[in-house]
C-alpha cells in the first residue's frame, strides 16, 4: 500500500505522446521539469495547463498545444513569488520583469523549486532541485487533504490503521485475556437463558400437572442466570474501563512526547488548539471505544454466530424466515458506511478549528481586551463554531435517519417468526416453548445485528481518531541528531556560511547570510521589524536548519551537533519571559534540575532578583501564576536572567530583553545583562538602538541580506541604514520629549 510518506512533492510530472510531441524536442534536449499551472495570466482557472522547463528553454503547454516558449539564456533570472491566493512565475532582464505563467496557491512550494532548479540550470550546475516537501493535495483524487496524510475521500489506508488498532491492543495482552475470558462467558450465559425459558413453557406450564418445586427451581435457576450476567457484565466494564483508561494515558503520553520532539515548523504548521484536541480528544474517543465498544464486540460477535448456527439447527426453514431481512441490513449499512467515515474526518477538522481558535482566544486574552475585540473573537469564535455544528448536526441526521430504517427491518424479522411460528404451534408441528425460545433468539440475532450495523460508525470514529494520532507519531522531526552526532567543546564560534533560509520553501527570509562570529563576542542584530533578525536566532538556536548554506558552530555543522548537548549551552532571554506555573525557585532551576539551593540564590543575586524575591512573603517558594502572570514584566525578566545565569551558556540570545520595561528596572535588568553577557558569544536583538552601543558589532539586516556590518561608531560614520535608523529614532524621541515638555 503506497503510504503518503512515499510521495514527495512532484516536480516532474508525466507529459503524454502528445504533450511530448508538442514539445518537439531537439537533439540533446531533455525534460527537466514537468509542473501543471491551473490560472492563466488575468487569474482565470484554466485546465491541462503545464509549465516545462528543459535544459534549453522553458515551454508553456495547454491542453497539449504549444502556447508559449522562452530562451532561459535571454534572461538574468526566473524567480517565483507568492500573490493573493496565487502565485507566478516571472523572469527578470535588465531590471525589467517577465510574467511567464500565474497558478493558485497549492503550486506555490511546486514552482519555488522550479524557479530554484532554473537557477542551478543558469549557473551551469548539473544539480537537480529536489523537494523535501510532500504533496498536499491528494496524490489519487487531487483534493487538498485535510490536516491528515490521507485523503478522507480516497481512504486509502483504513485497513493499515485497522491493523495499527490490533498491534495496539497486542500490547495489552495480560489485560485483554480475562477480559476476552468474561466475553465469552458472557455469550455462554446468554446462549442457555432461552432454554429455561422454553423449559418453562413446555415441561412445567404446558405439561398439564403442577409441577410447583419443578417451576421454583427453574425460577431459582434463570435468576441465578441472571446475576451470573449481571456480575459477568461488571467484571467486563471493569476491565475494559481499566484498559480504555490505560491506552488513553498511554497514547496521551506518547503523542505529547512525540510533539516535543518535534520540529517548530510542524508545531506552527498544525496550530496548537489542533494539537491539544489530538491530544485530549482522539485519545479520548479510543479510551471510548474500549469502554463501550470493544466490551461487547466479542460477546455480541460470539452470540450473533451461535444464535444463527442454534437456529438453523431448532428449525432451519423458520431460522431462514427470520434471516430474511439480514442481507437488506448488510447491504444498506455497507453502502452508507463510506459516507459515515468521510463525514466523521470532516467533523474532526471542524472540531481542530474550534480548539485552535479557542485555544488563540484564552492565551491572548489581554489583546483581544485591550483592544476591544472581545466581539470580533466571540464572531468569529462563534462561526468555527457554527461550523461545526452544523457539520455535526448534518451527520447526527445522517445517523438518526439511518438507524430508525435499520430497527424496521430487523423489527420486520421478529414479526415474521411470531406469525409463522403461530402457525406452527395451531398446526402442532411445534409447541408454545419452542416458538418462545425462536422468538427470543431472533429478537436476540436481531438486537445484535443491530450492535454489528452500529459498529462501523463506532470503528470509523477509532480509524478516524487512530490516523489523526498517527499523522503525529509517523512524523519525523526536521530538526534531529544525526549518525554523526557529536560533542564538541563548544566555545561560542559560529559563522554562518552563504545561509538561506525560509519558513516556506518558497519565501526565503534570509539569504546569502556571512557572518564570522569570535568567540565571546557580542553582536547586535539591527533592521526594520519583519528583516529576519530573530530568524537569524532561530536559526542559531537550531530551532530550524539552513536551507542552502552552512551554520559552523567552533568548526562543526551544526546539524551534527548533538541537539541536547548543544541547547545546553545556549542560554535565552527574551521579551516576554515564558515562565512555567509553580515556584519562582523552580523557574530558576528549569535550565539546571540539579542545581543546589546556593547555586540558585547566587543566580538571583547576580541577576538583580534576590532582593525582590525575598521581599515576598513566600521568598523563592512564591507561585509565579500561570505563564508567571503574578510578576511584573521586570521581575520576570530578572528571573529568566537568573535561569540563564545558573545554565552559565557559552552562547546567549538576547531577543528585545530590555523593551518595554520601566527605567527602574531598565537599570537593574541592564547591570544584571552585563555581569551575565561577560565571556559570551552574545546575540542581542533590540528595537531601542540605544541598548545595543555594547555591541562589539552591530549587523544590519536589509531585504533578507546583511546590508551593513560594523561597530556603532563605523556605522554612524559611513551614513547607510543604521545612521537612518538612529537619526529616525533620535528624533522620534526628541518629539515625543517635546510634547511632554
Ligand atoms: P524580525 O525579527 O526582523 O522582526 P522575523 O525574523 O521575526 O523578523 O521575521 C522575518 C519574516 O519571517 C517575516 O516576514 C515574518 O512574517 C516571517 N516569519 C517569522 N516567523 C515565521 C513562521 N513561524 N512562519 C512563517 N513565517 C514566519
Redesign the pocket.
Known amino acids: 500500500m503506497t503510504s503518503r510518506e512515499d510521495i514527495p512533492m512532484i516536480l516532474k510530472f508525466e507529459l503524454n505522446q502528445q504533450e511530448l510531441a508538442a514539445l518537439s524536442l531537439t537533439e540533446g534536449e531533455e525534460v527537466l521539469y514537468a509542473v501543471p499551472y491551473d490560472c492563466d495570466l488575468s487569474g482565470k482557472y484554466v485546465k491541462n495547463g503545464f509549465t516545462v522547463v528543459t535544459n534549453k528553454r522553458l515551454v508553456l503547454l495547454q491542453n497539449a498545444v504549444k502556447e508559449k516558449e522562452y530562451d532561459l539564456s535571454a534572461y538574468d533570472a526566473v524567480k517565483a513569488e507568492p500573490r493573493i491566493n496565487c502565485g507566478v512565475l516571472y523572469a527578470v532582464k535588465d531590471g525589467q520583469d517577465y510574467l511567464i505563467v500565474r497558478y493558485s496557491a497549492k503550486h506555490l512550494a511546486r514552482y519555488a523549486y522550479v524557479a530554484r532548479g532554473i537557477a542551478l540550470l543558469k549557473s551551469g550546475s548539473t544539480e537537480r532541485a529536489e523537494s523535501e516537501e510532500y504533496e498536499k493535495t491528494c496524490f489519487v483524487c487531487g483534493r487538498a487533504l485535510p490536516g491528515t496524510k490521507d485523503c478522507p475521500h480516497c481512504n486509502r489506508k483504513s485497513r493499515g490503521v485497522f491493523f495499527q488498532i490490533v498491534q495496539l491492543l497486542g500490547s495489552y495482552k495480560k489485560q485483554l485475556i480475562p477480559i476476552i475470558a468474561l466475553m465469552v462467558t458472557r455469550a455462554i450465559i446468554g446462549l442457555f437463558s432461552p432454554e429455561l425459558q422454553k423449559y418453562l413453557v413446555d415441561e412445567i406450564l404446558y405439561s398439564g400437572e403442577k409441577k410447583y418445586l419443578a417451576a421454583m427451581l427453574v425460577l431459582v435457576a434463570m435468576f441465578l442466570v441472571g446475576i451470573g450476567i449481571a456480575l459477568v457484565d461488571i467484571g467486563k466494564s471493569y476491565g475494559c474501563a481499566k484498559l480504555g483508561s490505560t491506552i488513553g494515558k498511554d497514547l496521551r503520553s506518547k503523542l505529547y512526547n512525540k510533539i516535543q520532539m518535534l520540529s ?2 510542524y508545531i ?1 504548521e498544525k496550530r496548537p488548539g489542533a494539537l491539544m484536541n489530538r491530544i485530549m480528544h482522539d485519545t479520548g474517543r479510543i479510551r471510548m471505544f474500549m469502554e463501550h465498544v470493544f466490551c461487547n464486540m466479542f460477546t455480541v460477535v460470539i452470540m450473533f454466530v451461535a444464535v444463527v448456527i442454534y437456529m438453523l439447527v431448532l428449525n432451519w426453514k423458520l431460522a431462514l424466515i427470520s434471516f430474511i431481512f439480514v442481507p437488506i441490513a448488510a447491504v444498506v449499512s455497507m453502502l452508507w458506511r463510506k459516507n459515515i467515515h468521510r463525514r466523521f474526518r470532516l467533523q474532526g477538522k471542524k472540531s481542530d478549528d474550534v480548539h485552535s481558535a479557542l485555544q488563540d482566544v484564552i492565551s491572548g486574552m489581554n489583546v483581544v481586551k485591550g483592544y476591544g475585540k472581545e466581539q470580533d473573537e466571540s464572531d468569529k469564535f462563534n462561526g468555527f463554531s457554527d461550523v461545526f455544528a452544523n457539520v455535526q448536526t448534518k451527520n447526527e441526521v445522517f445517523w438518526a435517519m439511518f438507524f430508525p430504517l435499520l430497527n424496521f427491518l430487523m423489527g420486520a424479522g421478529v414479526y415474521l417468526v411470531i406469525f409463522y411460528g403461530g402457525r406452527s404451534v395451531l398446526g402442532e408441528t411445534m409447541t408454545a416453548g419452542e416458538v418462545m425460545q425462536f422468538v427470543s433468539y431472533t429478537s436476540m440475532l436481531y438486537m445484535y445485528l443491530g450492535w454489528i450495523n452500529n459498529l462501523p460508525r463506532q470503528l470509523m470514529d477509532l480509524v478516524t481518531s487512530m490516523e489523526r494520532i498517527n499523522d503525529i507519531m509517523t512524523q519525523e522531526p526536521k530538526i534531529r541528531n544525526t549518525e554523526k552526532a557529536c560533542k564538541p567543546e563548544i566555545t561560542g564560534a559560529i559563522e554562518f556560511k552563504n545561509a538561506t533560509f ?3 520553501s518558497y ?1 526565503p ?2 539569504e546569502g547570510v556571512n557572518l564570522k562570529v569570535k568567540p565571546g563576542e557580542m553582536i547586535g ?1 539591527v ?12 536559526l542559531i538556536m537550531h530551532l530550524y536548519d539552513v536551507d542552502d548554506g552552512e551554520l559552523i558552530v567552533d568548526g562543526e555543522n551544526i546539524k551534527d551537533i548533538d541537539i541536547d548537548y548543544y541547547h545546553s549551552k545556549i542560554g535565552v532571554v527574551l521579551q516576554e519571559t515564558f515562565l512555567f506555573s509553580g515556584t519562582i525557585f523552580n523557574n530558576i532551576r528549569y535550565a539546571k534540575p540539579d542545581a543546589t539551593e546556593e547555586e540558585v540564590i547566587m543566580a538571583a543575586k547576580m541577576a538583580n532578583a534576590h532582593d525582590f524575591i525575598t521581599r515576598m512573603p513566600d521568598g523563592y517558594n512564591t507561585y509565579v501564576g500561570e505563564k508567571g502572570s503574578r510578576l511584573s514584566g521586570g521581575e520576570r525578566q530578572r528571573i529568566a536572567i537568573a535561569r540563564a545565569i545558573l545554565n552559565n551558556p557559552k552562547i546567549l540570545i538576547l531577543d528585545e530583553a530590555t523593551a518595554s520595561l520601566d527605567t527602574e528596572s531598565e537599570y537593574l535588568i541592564q547591570t544584571a545583562l552585563e555581569r551575565l553577557t561577560s565571556g559570551k558569544t552574545t546575540f542581542a ?1 533590540a528595537h531601542r538602538l540605544s541598548t545595543l552601543k555594547n555591541a562589539d558589532r552591530l549587523v544590519v ?1 536589509d531585504k533578507h541580506r546583511i546590508a551593513e556590518m560594523g561597530s556603532h561608531d563605523e556605522l554612524m560614520a559611513s551614513k547607510g541604514i543604521y545612521y537612518g535608523l538612529v537619526t529616525a529614532q533620535l528624533e522620534m524621541q526628541a518629539k515625543k520629549e517635546e510634547a511632554t515638555a
Open positions: 517548530l515548523s506552527h525560509g519558513y516556506h519565501e527570509v534570509v542584530f533592521g526594520a521589524s519583519g528583516a529576519g533578525k530573530s530568524t537569524l536566532i532561530n536583538i539586516i
